[in-house]
């Protein structure tokens, strides 16, 4: 019964690799975010989707592609990972019109080497 | 645009003592504010939030916040610390209305409880 989960929990990859997180809330929420924590534990919003559609997207370099296929999945594609990308991603959700708050998953962990 | 400052990353207290995490806010228009707490190795969870209405707002684990905004100030207190307090707080803001808005967050305040 977990609102926002992400998979995998942990990713550990190569400098060059591609890579995907998937994440999915079953809180009938419409829009979902995209974050990133670097290691100061700095959160950062990357992108946010509104029913399906892109409505943030702030300056993440294009090797960094969300997806949503449906109103309760968002996913984040990374190309081409690289040494700085090493950081926790959170996945949150809320809804745009009821309420305000965001619920985050658990994060997700990838470290580049 | 809107911007947040928490006043000291690291915030020490005793079992028992009060606790105070500082957040100031930057805001064009009339701000939402949210509180949210992150354990180790976990995602972040809501404390508490100010949208309207009462400016003293109370939360989970006996946590409260009032909003000031002569100060721009949300700060959090907790009467009596306990050793479960021990996680990195956040302080966010975001604008009013529509879908097309973002949570700003502060730096983080770690807080650690002494025995």
């Known amino acids: 019964d977990t609102a926002v989960s992400q998979t995998p929990k942990y990713l550990v990859t190569q400098m060059g690799n591609d890579k995907s997180i998937k994440c999915e809330q079953n809180?009938?929420?419409?829009?979902m975010y995209w974050y990133k924590q670097d290691s100061k534990k700095f959160l950062k919003i990357m992108f946010s989707?509104?029913?399906?559609?892109?409505?943030i997207n702030e300056t993440v370099p294009n090797r960094f592609s969300p997806k949503s296929p449906d109103k309760a999945h968002l996913n984040l594609h990374i190309n081409s990972l690289e040494l700085g990308d090493s950081a926790v991603y959170f996945c949150?959700?809320?809804?745009?019109?009821?309420?305000?708050?965001?619920?985050f998953g658990p994060g997700t962990r990838l470290t580049v080497t | 645009a809107q911007s947040v400052t928490q006043l000291g990353s690291h915030v020490s207290v005793s079992e028992g003592a009060l606790v105070l995490l500082r957040c100031n806010y930057s805001s064009s228009v009339p701000p939402y504010l949210f509180w949210y707490v992150q354990y180790p190795n976990q995602g972040l969870q809501l404390l508490l939030k100010y949208t309207t209405g009462a400016t003293l707002v109370k939360g989970i684990n006996g946590f409260e916040a009032e909003f000031k905004k002569s100060e721009t100030s949300f700060h959090l207190t907790k009467p009596s610390a306990h050793m479960s307090d021990a996680a990195e707080y956040f302080c966010a803001v975001r604008t009013s209305g529509g879908s097309n808005y973002k949570l700003t967050f502060g730096k983080g305040t770690l807080l650690t409880v002494n025995p």
């Open positions: 809180l009938g929420h419409d829009t």
């Open positions: 949150a959700s809320s809804h745009s019109t009821e309420s305000y708050e965001q619920y």
């Open positions: 989707y509104n029913n399906k559609e892109l409505i």
